[in-house]
């Protein structure tokens, strides 16, 4: 999934050493078939319901935010939130951390919004599917050429009043370790004039160790990263809703900020140290 077929492009150094390091202990056979089978059941009976988000009734967004809290369930996820009060503004870019396709799922029960995904999520199975009817923005990774249609779509949007969410770190990280933000998307919120949002997300066990169930990093196939995360005990995954950034002029600045909000670090700190792996720690 990381290839790296050019310089430019973000790639994790993220790979079955970090998933190990953020495991958790065994569970008996049987409790652990129990589960997968209560979460598949669940999953299942839920699927009809994706065409719901399409219809434009009055307070989609309740409905979204609520069927997104329904799927994580189903997965064995619990979330919290903390932080900051949501603001009621129009026109947000939202920006987080990339651990996952589960984020999709986190940042939809919180803030929904159109998000910018990578291009081959619109094929996935069930996912493909929910993608297209939460109008994703997709981004070939490898085409840096179609990187400013996709700023100027984003800005499009945020013009338009919509909340767009984006993943600035370009790829998923294990939750363990992290990269920098890229500028690049921070282009379309000052062409809108628009403000953004940081959240703070992290994956954690039930004992409150950070967890790597969720995580969708090297090699893993969609099937074996949704395996690793139903088989798990629970997985609790934090929200913290940071303070409001304005847009300013400057991208790499905005950036840097944004990213000093996720990481919860100094403006300066974040800018210096590039990139910061935390199983070094």
């Not at 909340?163 to 933000?181: D, K, Q, R």
């Not at 949704?226 to 400057?250: F, K, M, Y």
Request: proline share 7%; aromatic share 4%.
């Amino acid at each position: 999934m990381n290839a790296r077929p050019h310089a430019w492009l973000p790639a994790a150094s993220c790979g079955p050493t970090c998933i190990s390091a953020g495991s958790e202990t065994s569970s008996r056979r049987a409790a652990v078939i129990c589960r997968v089978a209560l979460r598949a059941t669940l999953t299942i009976v839920l699927l009809p319901t994706l065409p719901l988000l399409a219809v434009p009734l009055p307070g989609r967004s309740h409905l979204q935010r609520r069927y997104c809290r329904v799927v994580l369930r189903c997965l064995g996820i619990r979330i919290t939130v903390s932080g900051g009060p949501i603001r009621n503004v129009p026109g947000v870019l939202v920006v987080s951390g990339h651990v996952s396709w589960v984020d999709v799922f986190a940042i939809g029960a919180v803030m929904p919004g159109a998000f910018v995904a990578k291009a081959e999520m619109i094929g996935w199975p069930g996912l493909g599917a929910l993608a297209r009817l939460m109008k994703v923005i997709p981004i070939e990774r490898d085409n840096l050429r179609r990187l400013p249609e996709v700023v100027h779509a984003v800005a499009e949007r945020l013009r338009a009043g919509r909340t767009v969410v984006a993943f600035p770190e370009g790829t998923t990280w294990c939750g363990l370790a992290y990269g920098p933000f890229r500028p690049a998307m921070f282009q379309a919120a000052i062409d809108a004039g628009r403000p953004v949002q940081p959240l703070r997300l992290s994956y954690h066990h039930r004992d409150g160790r950070a967890s790597t169930a969720a995580a969708y990093i090297g090699d893993d196939s969609l099937l074996t990263s949704i395996r690793r995360l139903v088989t798990a005990q629970r997985t609790v995954v934090h929200v913290r809703v940071e303070s409001l950034q304005l847009p300013g002029e400057d991208r790499r600045d905005l950036a840097a900020r944004c990213e000093a909000a996720v990481r919860g670090t100094g403006t300066s700190a974040v800018t210096a140290r590039g990139q910061r792996h935390a199983l070094a720690a």
